[in-house]
């Protein structure tokens, strides 16, 4: 089974440009999510859809981020434009609900972005 | 709001000994999680625990859930170099479904 895949793997940006992350999760999860993730830090998350849905976008900052999830398959998240605070790693994790509620999150390799 | 502490944050340890690793959550939750990170690369999963008592073992690592005092741990049975990594734990707000991750526990296991 294939794994959530992600690209780029790694962007280098001058500030105030223009990036984006494209994510595909795993065949028929239905749930995703878009996660950063800064050095020596935990995941925050940014974004969750359930299919094309966003259910949760309250930690987006939406002056400069954006997202969409067309079809309810792969899915892209934006910055633009970027600033020198948003370089980080964005993870792309998927999920689809499994008896007993052993739902888990399968994480991509994430893209490292780093803004400069 | 939903808050998730571990401690320690660091963990230097010497091969064949025992250690425990600590993630308290400050709000109700329905599951519970542990994630491996190694230097680099993404998050894979561990374990989910999901009701009071629950305990999972896998290899030399064992994790366990009090919901009552919102405490899970992670213990590490005699401890080898391929363990070295950094774990999260996280944990699902049942009232919002918002994952909240931990700040982490970097172990590094000494030969």
């Known amino acids: 089974e294939a794994g959530v895949v992600q690209s780029p793997r790694y962007k280098i940006i001058e500030k105030k440009q223009p990036v984006a992350f494209w994510c595909n999760p795993i065949?028929?999860?239905?749930?995703l999510y878009w996660y950063r993730q800064n050095l020596g830090q935990g995941p925050e998350l940014l974004i969750r859809?359930?299919?094309?849905?966003?259910?949760?976008d309250s930690q987006l900052p939406k002056d400069r981020f954006s997202a969409e999830r067309l079809k309810g398959v792969d899915s892209t998240l934006k910055i633009q434009p970027a600033e020198l605070g948003d370089s980080a790693v964005y993870l792309c994790a998927s999920s689809y609900p499994l008896r007993g509620s052993q739902e888990t999150q399968y994480f991509g390799p994430g893209t490292r972005l780093l803004v400069l | 709001e939903l808050k998730v502490e571990q401690n320690p944050l660091f963990l230097s340890m010497q091969e064949g000994k025992n250690y425990t690793i600590y993630c308290n959550y400050s709000?109700?939750?329905?599951?519970l999680y542990w994630y491996r990170q190694d230097p680099g690369k993404s998050l894979e999963s561990l374990f989910v625990l999901l009701s009071n008592g629950a305990v999972k073992q896998e290899g030399r690592l064992m994790a366990s859930l009090d919901t009552k005092a919102r405490l899970s741990t992670l213990h590490i049975t005699a401890a080898v170099h391929d363990l070295s990594a950094t774990y999260f734990c996280a944990v699902r707000d049942s009232g919002t479904y918002k994952y909240i991750f931990g700040t982490g526990t970097r172990l590094k296991v000494l030969a």
């Open positions: 709000t109700t939750s329905d599951r």
């Open positions: 065949s028929g999860h239905n749930t």
């Open positions: 859809y359930e299919n094309e849905e966003a259910v949760d």
